[in-house]
């Protein structure tokens, strides 16, 4: 099945030690997108890549970055994690088509900080 | 600043009855809303969606209705199953020159249980 998958699903880091999430999609989508959603609030948007156009939203931390090495992968790297990092880091990705604005979620990553 | 809100984070609704999902938003730009679905420890599933053109989308047991007016968006489900018991999210986006409606503003999310 074609789908988007997150690695790992939990993953614990100590503060201040750099940590990279992955995510990988068999869709051959052409977008691709990091949220990060904490404890009962909404999924925020950090960046997105149209290809291999880079797209960071205007109150994304410099501490976190990403990588799309090709259509298939997407990383998402936190420098130095804070307390206040520790989140469900969310992938998703969608064709990039116009009128078609669906986005296909994949399981996430829980993030923890210790 | 919350563009996208949903005031209810739980609901509970008997089985076979109609579940009533409500959803606000302040940015008169955004021009196509969408729900998701999410089930615990999986990511959220889109479920429906609708352009500003239109004022109803069906899909099933699923309805949409969006009163463009009112900035107000609800989802309909009928008849409810034990099944939908999920987090619900609204979504919406605004056509972006360059982007499309590819960047989503989501709500908090409704905690929907369907009680047997």
């Known amino acids: 099945d074609a789908m988007v998958i997150q690695n790992p699903r939990y993953q614990v880091t100590q503060f201040g030690k750099p940590v990279t999430l992955s995510c990988s999609q068999t869709?051959?989508?052409?977008?691709m997108y990091w949220y990060q959603q904490k404890s009962s609030q909404a999924p925020k948007l950090l960046f997105h890549y149209y290809d291999k156009d880079f797209n960071n939203e205007a109150d994304t931390p410099d501490n976190f970055q990403s990588r799309r090495p090709n259509t298939s992968f997407c990383f998402l790297d936190i420098r130095s994690p804070g307390l206040g990092d520790a989140a469900m880091y969310l992938c998703a990705t969608s064709r990039g088509l116009d009128g078609d604005y669906e986005q296909y979620f994949g399981p996430g990553t829980r993030l923890t900080v210790t | 600043d919350q563009q996208v809100k949903q005031n209810s984070p739980s609901l509970s609704v008997q089985e076979g009855r109609i579940s009533i999902l409500n959803c606000d938003y302040t940015?008169?730009?955004?021009?196509?809303f969408l729900w998701y679905k999410k089930y615990p420890a999986e990511g959220p599933t889109f479920l429906i969606s609708i352009s500003s053109i239109k004022d109803k989308n069906e899909d099933g047991r699923f309805t949409v209705f969006l009163n463009k007016s009112a900035k107000h968006l609800s989802l309909h489900i009928v008849p409810s199953q034990p099944g939908d018991s999920a987090v619900y999210f609204c979504?919406?986006?605004?056509?972006?020159?360059?982007?499309?409606?590819?960047?989503?503003?989501f709500g908090t999310g409704t905690r929907l249980t369907i009680i047997p």
């Open positions: 869709l051959n989508h052409n977008v």
């Open positions: 940015n008169s730009m955004f021009d196509y």
């Open positions: 979504a919406a986006s605004a056509y972006v020159s360059n982007f499309g409606n590819e960047k989503l503003t």
